[in-house]
């Protein structure tokens, strides 16, 4: 049974990697279809849309070309996502309730505060990458509009004011950046760090509240479960 077991842990991982293999090929071949098919269609929109006569910004197109199309891209390619996280944090909790019994309350406690939180953090990124576009569209606006009128400003002698303008958009998109960048670094940290801070809070309900005793291969056992919920914790929201 021992070695069977050695050898179910050993050939196990090679099913799960040629299957993944084949839903990230499928996924792959959907996006890079449906990405042609966005850009075609833009394309016969932008050749027919008279920019004079609509609402529409030359800087907003080419943010539709260039991030949005790619966004719809990530959303088809990150699809399986939707469910393949509830599943997996289902099927680990049920594993470790089998392992720790319960001790593993301490787990759904601290998920139960974690969660809300990353979701809130998500939320802040969203907000702020919709704040980011709508910056980078403003400055991409201006530099499409300097470099279709570059003979006047030439003549004007207008360059430095220009670029000045465009240096002054810039940096109102950096410090969009730089906030985004920050609460993404945090998202991450919290992410990284969850399945730890849930084995410590675990085997301290254990030892403390429960009073039992913990064995080299619960600990193990528990700790590797543990591990298999990091990328669910951070798909889930």
């Known amino acids: 049974l021992n070695w069977g077991a050695v050898g179910a842990l050993f050939a196990g991982p090679a099913p799960s990697a040629m299957c993944t293999v084949t839903m990230n090929t499928l996924t792959q071949r959907v996006a890079i279809r449906m990405r042609a098919s966005l850009f075609v269609l833009l394309y016969r929109k932008g050749a027919r849309l008279d920019l004079a006569a609509s609402d529409y910004r ?19 390619t990150y699809f399986n ?6 599943a997996q944090l289902a ?3 049920v594993l470790l309730t089998n392992v720790i019994g319960t001790a593993v309350v301490g787990a759904f406690i601290f998920m139960a505060v974690a969660l809300p939180l990353q979701t809130v953090l998500f939320k802040k990124i969203f907000d702020m990458t ?9 400055r991409m ?8 009128s570059v003979r006047v400003l030439k003549m004007m002698a207008f360059e430095r004011q220009s670029a000045r303008r465009i240096a002054e958009k810039r940096k109102d998109e950096l410090e969009v950046l730089k906030w985004l960048m920050i609460v993404l670094a945090g998202l991450i940290v919290l992410v990284i760090s969850m399945p730890s801070l849930i084995g410590v809070v675990v085997f301290g309900v254990r030892a403390t509240v429960l009073g039992d005793e913990m064995n080299a ?3 193990f056992t528990t700790l590797a479960l543990l591990d298999s919920l990091r ?3 951070f798909q889930l929201p």
């Open 58 to 76: 030359l800087g907003e197109i080419v943010s539709l070309m260039s991030s949005d199309i790619n966004s719809i891209v990530a959303a088809i």
């Open 81 to 86: 996502l939707t469910w393949q996280p509830i």
């Open 91 to 93: 099927i680990t909790l």
């Open 130 to 138: 919709k704040e980011f576009m709508r910056k980078r569209d403003l």
């Open 141 to 148: 606006e201006l530099v499409t509009e300097i470099l279709q």
């Open 217 to 219: 291969s619960t600990a």
């Open 231 to 233: 990328m669910a914790l």
